[in-house]
């Protein structure tokens, strides 16, 4: 299975439909609740529930996932109420149309899941009709929708918003330490098509660490990211540095990422990083240790650029 530890919790939905054929005389059947089997819907709306439940049992690579939400609904084939979920000769046909919807709070998509729940209730279906219908056929399921996750970080995506890379560490100033949580930081802007425009070490010395923030300002970068000195070590200078010249805070973003880190390592409280702006730049600290500084990244890319075009004026 692959590894989705680093991905955001987040608000996943999903929808799906598909279709089981039948005759028009086990339509009228169903209508006249002269099914052999009994009630035909709510055992299929049960059994559509549990497919979707077992899913990970079923699907070796799905993830276990908690549904919070499902529901499944039944409609007899109309080619008026049903012309935009279907086409073609299908339209000819009678049946009933099995649509889905499932939501999710997790890490991972929650598409498999609907279709799964969709394929059993059809199923479910056909083994209650194949008394009384020799000609049953199950088709057209298909995933409607999907929302939460990536495709839902895509729409804060903003083409090369232009950023900077502060590291402020003494040792790797000295040249006794060299950078990994800067580089690790460039590389994961340039993944999602930001333009890293400056990448520069200092010393963990307040003014310095000003003086370089503000002449990325006064050029319009759009966002600073630092790495280092957001501890509570003695020459732990960025966060205080920073703090001085925030114009309006963005405690948000410094929560974000704490509670990312703190479910990954305990230590991750102890970060006193902050973010804010400074005219229409955003400047967000990150930690310094290579994985303090990936996995705050994560907590915050890409949706963090939509606060650009929040300063400027635009809606959120």
């Known amino acids: 299975m692959r590894d989705i530890t680093h991905k955001q919790i987040s608000l996943r939905t999903a929808s799906a439909v598909g279709v089981l054929f039948c005759s028009a005389e086990t339509i ?23 497919g979707a439940k077992l899913t990970p049992q079923l699907l070796p690579h799905c993830h276990p996932v908690a549904i919070d939400g499902m529901e499944l609904e039944f409609d007899f ?22 649509r889905g ?28 009709l194949k008394p009384v219908d020799k000609q049953l056929e199950i088709g057209y399921i298909r995933l409607l929708e999907k929302k939460g996750g990536k495709s839902d970080r895509e729409k804060y995506s903003v083409t090369s918003p232009s950023c900077a890379v502060l590291v402020c560490s003494d040792s790797t100033a000295a040249g006794k330490r060299e950078d990994k949580s800067g580089r690790i930081i460039v590389g994961m802007l340039e993944a999602v098509q930001a333009e890293v425009r400056y990448y520069t070490v200092v010393p963990d010395e307040k003014t310095l660490i000003q003086q370089q923030i503000r002449e990325w300002v006064e050029e319009d970068i759009q966002y600073i990211f630092t790495t280092g000195g957001t501890g509570l070590g003695p020459r732990d200078n960025t966060v205080s540095a920073v703090k001085e010249i925030l114009e309006r805070d963005a405690d948000g973003i410094a929560e974000a990422m704490r509670v990312f880190g703190q479910m990954r390592t305990p230590t991750a409280m ?38 650009r075009k929040v300063m400027k004026g635009g809606g959120h």
């Open 28 to 50: 009228s059947l169903i209508r006249e609740d002269k099914l052999p089997k009994g009630n035909l819907f709510d055992v299929a709306r049960a059994a559509g529930l549990l």
């Open 77 to 98: 084939l109309d080619s008026d109420r049903h012309a935009g979920l279907l086409g073609g000769e299908a339209l000819t046909r009678s049946g009933i149309v099995i």
């Open 270 to 307: 102890m970060s006193r990083g902050v973010a804010g702006s400074i005219g229409e730049t955003l400047v967000v600290t990150l930690p310094g240790s290579s994985d303090g500084a990936r996995e705050s990244l994560e907590a915050i890319l890409p949706a963090v650029f939509h606060a």
């Open 101 to 128: 919807e499932v939501r999710s709070i997790g890490r991972t998509g929650i598409e498999m899941e609907v279709l799964t729940g969709i394929s059993v209730a059809a199923l479910e279906i056909y083994d209650m």
